[in-house]
Protein backbone atom coordinates (compact mmCIF):
# COMPACT_ATOMS: atom_id res chain seq x y z
CA UNK A 1 0.00 0.00 0.00
CA UNK A 2 1.16 3.47 -0.44
CA UNK A 3 -0.51 6.10 0.79
CA UNK A 4 -0.45 9.92 -0.93
CA UNK A 5 -0.46 13.24 0.54
CA UNK A 6 -0.80 16.22 -1.50
CA UNK A 7 -0.20 19.68 -0.45
CA UNK A 8 1.08 23.30 -2.04
CA UNK A 9 -2.21 24.17 -3.48
CA UNK A 10 -3.70 28.05 -3.00
CA UNK A 11 -5.51 30.56 -4.82
CA UNK A 12 -2.95 32.86 -7.18
CA UNK A 13 -2.83 35.39 -9.89
CA UNK A 14 -2.78 34.83 -13.66
CA UNK A 15 1.00 34.22 -14.72
CA UNK A 16 2.29 33.40 -10.93
CA UNK A 17 3.47 30.21 -9.94
CA UNK A 18 2.77 27.45 -7.60
CA UNK A 19 4.71 23.90 -6.77
CA UNK A 20 2.49 21.16 -5.43
CA UNK A 21 4.20 18.38 -3.61
CA UNK A 22 3.15 14.46 -2.75
CA UNK A 23 4.64 12.75 -0.25
CA UNK A 24 4.21 9.27 -0.16
CA UNK A 25 4.60 7.00 2.56
CA UNK A 26 6.07 3.47 2.60
CA UNK A 27 9.54 1.85 1.56
CA UNK A 28 9.02 1.26 -2.31
CA UNK A 29 8.43 4.62 -3.28
CA UNK A 30 11.38 4.57 -5.97
CA UNK A 31 9.88 1.71 -7.72
CA UNK A 32 6.47 3.78 -8.51
CA UNK A 33 5.72 5.74 -11.41
CA UNK A 34 4.08 9.07 -10.42
CA UNK A 35 1.81 11.19 -11.83
CA UNK A 36 -0.24 14.33 -11.60
CA UNK A 37 -3.94 14.59 -12.94
CA UNK A 38 -6.40 17.50 -12.43
CA UNK A 39 -10.18 17.46 -12.24
CA UNK A 40 -12.38 20.23 -12.67
CA UNK A 41 -16.56 20.12 -11.53
CA UNK A 42 -18.11 18.20 -13.89
CA UNK A 43 -15.63 17.05 -15.54
CA UNK A 44 -13.61 13.96 -16.05
CA UNK A 45 -10.11 13.46 -14.45
CA UNK A 46 -7.25 14.31 -16.88
CA UNK A 47 -3.77 13.98 -17.10
CA UNK A 48 -1.67 16.45 -16.50
CA UNK A 49 2.28 15.43 -16.11
CA UNK A 50 4.26 12.03 -15.33
CA UNK A 51 7.33 11.05 -14.23
CA UNK A 52 8.62 7.00 -14.46
CA UNK A 53 10.45 5.25 -11.57
CA UNK A 54 14.47 6.63 -12.05
CA UNK A 55 13.02 10.34 -13.71
CA UNK A 56 14.44 8.82 -16.80
CA UNK A 57 10.85 9.47 -18.32
CA UNK A 58 9.14 12.48 -18.32
CA UNK A 59 5.54 13.10 -19.72
CA UNK A 60 3.66 15.85 -20.24
CA UNK A 61 -0.06 17.00 -20.85
CA UNK A 62 0.07 19.33 -24.39
CA UNK A 63 -1.78 22.49 -22.26
CA UNK A 64 0.77 22.23 -19.71
CA UNK A 65 3.82 21.56 -21.69
CA UNK A 66 6.71 24.95 -21.29
CA UNK A 67 4.92 25.65 -18.06
CA UNK A 68 4.88 22.76 -15.80
CA UNK A 69 7.81 20.52 -14.60
CA UNK A 70 7.55 17.37 -12.94
CA UNK A 71 10.22 15.99 -10.64
CA UNK A 72 11.04 13.53 -7.67
CA UNK A 73 13.29 13.02 -5.00
CA UNK A 74 13.17 9.41 -3.50
CA UNK A 75 15.12 9.84 -0.64
CA UNK A 76 12.15 12.25 0.65
CA UNK A 77 9.57 10.02 -0.88
CA UNK A 78 7.99 12.90 -2.14
CA UNK A 79 7.18 13.89 -6.52
CA UNK A 80 6.78 17.86 -7.11
CA UNK A 81 5.05 19.72 -9.81
CA UNK A 82 6.22 23.27 -10.30
CA UNK A 83 3.48 25.05 -12.24
CA UNK A 84 4.03 28.29 -13.68
CA UNK A 85 2.69 31.40 -15.91
CA UNK A 86 0.04 29.43 -14.77
CA UNK A 87 -4.08 30.17 -16.69
CA UNK A 88 -7.51 30.84 -15.15
CA UNK A 89 -8.14 27.16 -17.40
CA UNK A 90 -5.31 25.83 -15.00
CA UNK A 91 -7.64 25.79 -12.06
CA UNK A 92 -8.27 22.98 -10.81
CA UNK A 93 -8.47 19.97 -7.67
CA UNK A 94 -4.61 18.49 -8.39
CA UNK A 95 -3.90 14.92 -7.58
CA UNK A 96 -1.11 12.79 -6.93
CA UNK A 97 -1.15 9.21 -8.05
CA UNK A 98 1.10 6.11 -8.00
CA UNK A 99 1.44 3.58 -10.55
CA UNK A 100 3.69 -0.11 -10.30
CA UNK A 101 3.78 -0.20 -13.84
CA UNK A 102 5.42 1.39 -16.85
CA UNK A 103 2.47 1.68 -18.76
CA UNK A 104 -0.52 4.01 -19.81
CA UNK A 105 0.64 6.64 -17.56
CA UNK A 106 -1.36 8.90 -19.36
CA UNK A 107 -3.93 7.38 -18.44
CA UNK A 108 -6.03 6.60 -15.11
CA UNK A 109 -5.44 3.35 -15.93
CA UNK A 110 -1.85 3.34 -15.39
CA UNK A 111 -2.26 3.64 -11.15
CA UNK A 112 -3.08 1.88 -8.19
CA UNK A 113 -3.14 4.65 -5.53
CA UNK A 114 -4.23 8.07 -5.34
CA UNK A 115 -4.07 10.97 -3.58
CA UNK A 116 -7.10 13.20 -2.08
CA UNK A 117 -6.42 16.39 -3.85
CA UNK A 118 -5.39 19.41 -3.69
CA UNK A 119 -7.53 22.69 -5.15
CA UNK A 120 -5.33 25.51 -7.40
CA UNK A 121 -7.30 28.24 -7.92
CA UNK A 122 -5.42 30.72 -10.80
CA UNK A 123 -7.80 34.47 -10.87
CA UNK A 124 -7.64 36.09 -14.53
Known amino acids: QVQLVESGGGLVQAGGSLRLSCAAS????????MGWFRQVPGKERVFVAAINWSGGGIYYADSVKGRFTISRDNAKNTVYLQMNSLKPEDTAVYYC?????????????????WGQGTQVTVSS
Open 26 to 33: GRTFRSYA
Open 97 to 113: AAGRGTLRLATETGYDF
